[in-house]
């Protein structure tokens, strides 16, 4: 079955840290764009950040830049979003997405377009 997971969602008070997962299952993550989303209620799905397939070079939005951190494993076909002094307005549901083609290139990463597997999300909420 061809899937990927996200764990590691929660609720977590404001200047917390959360790690989120994504394994994959039926699909390699080598050799593909990765990026992790964000869709609040009434609001667009946007990309926090992502990591290329082709130079394995970051973007990171700008209001996580310095915060949050994208990695990826390879032996565990899993990619990871840790992120640090979290803020309500962080609270969202997360979601990782796969590349549709491999050797993405990093200036695509950023476009809900160039993903074509996706997770179920996983919910993260920023609260005192």
């Known amino acids: 079955q061809v899937q990927l997971v996200e764990s590691g969602g929660g609720l977590v008070q404001p200047g917390g840290s959360l790690r989120l997962s994504c394994a994959a299952s039926?699909?390699?993550?080598?050799?593909?764009?990765i990026g992790w989303f964000r869709q609040a209620p009434g609001q667009e799905r946007e990309a926090v950040p992502c990591?290329?397939?082709?130079?394995?070079?970051?973007r990171y939005e700008a209001s996580v830049k310095g915060r949050f951190t994208i990695s990826r494993d390879h032996s565990k076909n899993t990619a990871y979003l840790q992120m640090d002094s979290l803020k309500p307005e962080d609270t969202a549901v997360y979601y990782c997405?796969?590349?549709?083609?491999?050797?993405?290139?990093?200036?695509?990463?950023?476009?809900?377009?160039?993903?074509?597997?996706w997770g179920r999300g996983t919910q993260v909420t920023v609260s005192g």
């Open positions: 997405a796969r590349g549709g083609a491999p050797g993405g290139s990093p200036i695509h990463c950023f476009s809900v377009y160039e993903y074509n597997y």
């Open positions: 039926g699909l390699t993550l080598d050799n593909y764009n």
């Open positions: 990591i290329s397939a082709r130079d394995y070079s970051t």
